[in-house]
Each structure stands twice: as C-alpha cells, then as structure tokens.
C-alpha cells in the first residue's frame, strides 16, 4: 500500500506539471465599433505561368526525363499497370463536351494539357502542353461500345487520317461511359476495335476564357489568346443517351483557384485550369523541373 502511495505521488505532479495552463482575462476591453464599408475593386490578374507550374507540382509524384527532340517529359510513379484516361478517372458530359475527371491530385494538368505517348521501358509519358482542352483524346465508336484514345504529340486533331495503335484503346459499352473508375468496364475484344469509327465531332475555339478567383472574392475574366485550340468533343450526347438508354447529366465548368483533384458536384465541374505561356521572356529564368534523369532508350 505504501509503495503505491509513493508512486501516485510523483505521477500526480508529472500530470499537473504536462496541463495546459488556462488564462482568463479579468477584463475585457470594449468592442470596437464596426469598419466603415470599403468599396471592392477588382485586383490585378496574375500573369501566365510557365510550364513551370507542371514542372514543380509534378515533381513529387513521377520523374522528369530529358527526352531527345523533345525537351522534359513526365512518367508518373504508378508502374506499368497505369493508362492515361483509363486509371483512377471517369467521364463527365461538359459544355466543352467530354470531359475527363481524374482522381489524381495532379489530374488537373496531364490530362488536359499536352499529349501522352507510350515508350518501352518508360510506360506512358507526359510532354506538356499550353492549351488546355477537356481532354486530348480521339474517340470511336464500335456497335453499342465507346472508346478513346490518347492524341499523341504533333498529331493535328483537325486531320483524320490518323488512327491511333491497338493498344492505345479504351472500350466501354455505352451504359457504362460515365461510370467511376471506368477502366474496370474496359473490354479487351480485338473485334470491337477493329471495326471502330472514328468520332469527328472537333471543336475549334478560339481565345479560351478563364475565371480566375482573386482576393476580395472578385472573379476576373481572363481571356487566353491561344487562337486555333483544337480537340474533339467526342460523341454526341443525344446520341450515347439513345445507345445505352440513360440519361446524362451536363454538367458546367467552374474555375477551382488552386491545383487538385477535379470535384463534381450537383451539375457543377470544379476545375483548375491556369493559363499557360508557351515562351518565356527575354530576362525570365528558363523553366526547368529541379531534378531532371537522362533518357535511356530500352535495350541499351
């Protein structure tokens, strides 16, 4: 019983010693009187960023490879189960039409912005681009199965006389295009791809507006004067809704101020999409990722 008593008593004081002392103030000073209004006016837009927006928020979840002809290109840490536009993403119908909505904090910038291309020993890799599109794919159509495609680099969307490899296919049968995770819908039927029509249905926009959140609450329209963003929409919704016999729902795209994962909520598409500059000025640091690996073509 002794012993006891000996060892509630320092463990008493260690206790009071480790809690948080609580100050209370004797006296409160008055309330100050309310701030007199103040009138909102909009707040200077930030200029473009550089491609060093992708450069430095990529860094973190795959490698940068000076890749020849071609400049800093990105492979994402996801081994080699990974497909662009197929893992971790689904579909949603846009008024910009298509629009992939990936679960990848980074989603925002690979999938809407430059070109994916498959190289053996690498995977798919990413070569970053200045315009933005809800998605950079070709689409076909088989029967009752959709599909799609990654447009590789320097492909004009504009001319269809390019079909993309086998390989590069995505198929789904209709009911199951806007399903989550749709990759697990994806049927491998040489069948269906090889009696693919490809989707003409491309849209030629021309100086894309961006909604830019500032201080103060005040959005600003920012006009991006990349003239000729060409992409396709893909397949028309009346048209999907016939063939699988659901009804879509089109959602708006509204501007996300900070990078992140796309949200869907109600009939609203959150997303970031900064303006991109294509060149950097006479002066300016030439945008480079921090670390960067030589490429190593496979085999040697």
């Known amino acids: 019983m002794k012993r006891a008593k000996y060892f509630l008593i320092p463990f008493v004081a260690f206790m009071a010693a480790c809690a948080p002392h609580v100050y209370v103030a004797t006296q409160q000073p008055p309330p100050s009187p309310p701030p007199a209004p103040v009138e909102v006016t909009a707040q200077p837009v930030a200029p473009p960023n550089s491609y060093q927006v992708f450069y430095d928020a990529l860094g973190p979840y795959g490698r940068w490879i000076d890749y020849p002809g071609e400049g800093y290109v990105w492979v994402p840490n996801l081994g080699p189960d990974f497909r662009p536009y197929a893992t971790n993403g689904h579909w949603v119908y846009s008024d910009a039409g298509w629009t992939w909505v990936s679960g990848y904090n980074w989603g925002w910038a690979p999938f809407h912005y430059g070109r994916w291309f498959f190289e053996a020993g690498y995977g798919w890799m990413w070569l970053p681009g200045h315009q933005w599109a ?68 491309v849209t030629v926009i021309n100086n894309i507006t961006n909604n830019k959140v500032v201080n103060n609450n005040v959005t600003n329209n920012v006009t991006n004067n990349n003239t000729n963003v060409v992409y396709n929409r893909g397949p028309e919704v009346n048209e999907v809704e016939n063939v699988s016999n659901i009804k879509i729902q089109k959602v708006t795209i509204n501007e996300k101020a900070e990078p992140g994962a796309a949200i869907v909520n109600a009939n609203k598409l959150m997303v970031y999409r900064p303006m991109i500059k294509q060149t950097v000025n006479s002066g300016e640091r030439k945008p480079a990722p921090v670390r960067v690996e030589q490429y190593h073509k496979a085999g040697q």
Do not use: C, D, L
């Open 134 to 201: 809800p998605a950079w794919v070709t689409w076909g159509r088989s029967g009752n199965y959709y599909g799609w495609a990654p447009v590789a680099p320097h492909i004009k969307i504009e001319e269809h006389s390019w079909t993309p490899p086998e390989s590069s296919w995505t198929f789904v049968p209709a009911e199951h295009i806007t399903h989550e995770n749709v990759v697990n819908y994806a049927v491998n039927n040489k069948t269906v791809i090889n009696n693919t029509t490809i989707v003409k249905n």
